[in-house]
């Protein structure tokens, strides 16, 4: 069902978005406008990462094409892009989203999640939660149960245990297992000389892995990133992710925090994220390009402008290569209240698409790089 679409035909396919929104910016459904003032009528559109249009998990439809479904149904859009998210979490086979997901250190799988409701402006979000395969659906509850935003570890789980969420005690699979064991067998004990040398140690070993092929790139820093605009102009988010593979306990990286791994305004665009969530979080990269949408770039522009700044606040020598730039990737999927979208990435590395549902169905559209190479090259 889904097709690859070349540079080129992405681009029609955008400037097709374009003159549709040139053509509702003159009937005055203009985006920009006062927050909470929706557009009445657009072509809706769900974008997400790679794992929303390729896992099924056995079923009949990815993560964008039942958020489709759903949206165009007239469902909710939060619980239409949550239903498609659901299909990814369930997935044995995603190895950096819910269950099956990638463990921390310990062998402990820890995910996070955050939501964000554009036209309700109400977000809620998950960290470090254990035992629950779903959790988006736990940030969810977050966002309709408390006065919060945002639940952590225990607290999280035990939220999660009185909203009558099924908690397990464990959510690895044996490949991830497997995989972790290997981690763990090639961290030499003798090596854990302080802190610091440990974790760059524990981080090196598991580049190598990623160079011999034992462990790929897409799950060593998996995630799971959807976003929709409705027909009425709705706009919902949703990230979910196991974050770094085998990181030290408890750490959290940008998916479940409002801003970094999701922002959402709904009189504006949504923005999500997958990749290196630390660099996310040091320049907040999500809210970052929601407000150069809200300027007036295209979503295309306010990524890059995203991905300009992180480059810019990497300073440190051991992120970045001999040329200086980036030694790491992390893309953004975003969208505006015109129903544009785009994706972009710090290079064309690893995933180089992300997913596109609309009426003509299911696409994989060539992410937009900011930098030519790779970020080990
Ligand atoms: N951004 C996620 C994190 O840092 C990981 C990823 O997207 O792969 O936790």
């Given amino acids: 069902m889904s097709k690859k679409i070349d540079r080129r035909e992405f681009v029609r396919v955008s400037v097709g978005a374009g003159a549709a929104a040139a053509a509702m910016a003159s009937s005055g459904q203009a985006f920009g406008r006062a927050p909470g003032v929706r557009a009445q009528s657009v072509r809706p559109v769900v974008i997400s990462d790679r794992s929303g249009a390729a896992f099924r998990n056995g079923g009949r439809l990815t993560c964008i094409e039942l958020a489709f ?97 099924t908690v397990e005690d464990d959510l690895n699979t044996p490949r991830t297992r497997e995989r972790w064991l290997e981690w763990k067998r090639r961290l030499d004990p003798e090596h854990y000389l302080d802190p610091e040398r440990r974790a760059r140690h524990g981080y090196d070993v598991a580049l190598g892995m990623l160079a011999e092929g034992l462990a790929d790139e897409s799950h060593f820093w998996g995630t799971v990133n959807c976003d929709a605009i409705g027909p009425n102009g709705d706009i919902c988010g949703v990230t979910s992710t196991s974050g770094l593979s085998w990181k030290i306990p408890g750490r959290t990286g940008d998916s479940p925090i409002l801003g970094a791994g999701l922002y959402v305004d709904g009189g504006v665009g949504a923005c999500g994220s997958t990749g290196r969530g630390e660099a996310n979080l040091y320049n907040l990269t999500s809210y970052l ?74 696409e994989e559209a060539a992410l937009e790089p900011l930098l030519d190479g790779t970020p080990s090259d």
Wanted: hydrophobic fraction near 40%; charge should be negative.
């Fill in 289 to 362: 390009i929601v407000e150069k949408m809200r300027e007036g770039m295209h979503p295309k522009d306010a990524g890059l402008a995203g991905l300009q700044r992180i480059k810019e606040n990497t300073i440190e020598r051991r992120l970045l290569k001999a040329n200086g730039d980036p030694a790491f990737n992390i893309r953004f999927f975003a969208l505006n209240a015109r129903g544009e979208y785009a994706g972009v990435s710090m290079y064309a590395a690893g995933e180089t698409f992300y997913g596109v549902c609309t009426e003509n169905g299911a």
């Fill in 69 to 165: 479904e759903g949206v165009t149904n007239g469902e909710d859009v939060l619980d239409a892009i949550l239903a498609g998210i659901n299909i990814v979490e369930l997935d044995p086979e995603e190895s950096g989203v819910g269950f099956g997901g990638t463990p921390n250190a310990d062998g402990v799988v820890q995910l996070d999640s955050c939501c964000m409701h554009g036209p309700r402006k109400q977000a809620g979000g998950v960290a470090a939660i254990e035992g629950v395969r779903t959790p988006s659906l736990v940030a969810k509850a977050v966002m309709e149960h408390t006065d919060h935003h945002l639940l952590v570890g225990a607290g999280a789980q035990d939220f999660a245990r009185n909203m009558g969420f």
